[in-house]
Nanobody
Framework: QVQLVESGGGSVQAGGSLRLSCEAS????????MGWFRQAPGKEREGVAT???????SYTDSVKGRFTISRDNARNTLYLQMSSLNTEDTGMYYC????????????????WGQGTQVTVSS
């Protein structure tokens, strides 16, 4: 049974930092594409960052230079280091996994976590 469990969300002031984690179980983590997505109230879910099984990363433009996605295959854990946070980063952040090699936001992801809330205040 595949499980993705996010943690690390919280409330922070603008300019602050947070690190999100996603612990994966129930599949061969190292062979999967992993991604972070977010959904703000009243908005559609959007891709934030992805990391392929080869370590290749991609980011949505609004977080480039501020967020860093990484993975620890020994710990089956995905991370998202977020810095210089602003109010537009507020939302529910979801971890997702995809079994195929292609690893971009518009790809269909197979498994999703329950999310962790990030709230940035001005």
């Amino acid at each position: 049974q595949v499980q993705l469990v996010e943690s690390g969300g919280g409330s922070v002031q603008a300019g602050g930092s947070l690190r999100l984690s996603c612990e994966a179980s129930g599949y061969t983590y190292s062979t999967y594409c992993m991604g972070w997505f977010r959904q703000a109230p009243g908005k559609e879910r959007e891709g934030v960052a992805t990391i392929g099984r080869d370590g290749h990363t991609s980011y949505t433009d609004s977080v480039k230079g501020r967020f860093t996605i990484s993975r620890d295959n020994a710990r089956n854990t995905l991370y998202l280091q977020m810095s210089s946070l602003n109010t537009e980063d507020t939302g529910m952040y979801y971890c997702a996994a995809r079994s195929r090699f292609s690893c971009y936001f518009l790809d269909a992801f197979d498994y999703w976590g329950q999310g962790t809330q990030v709230t940035v205040s001005s």
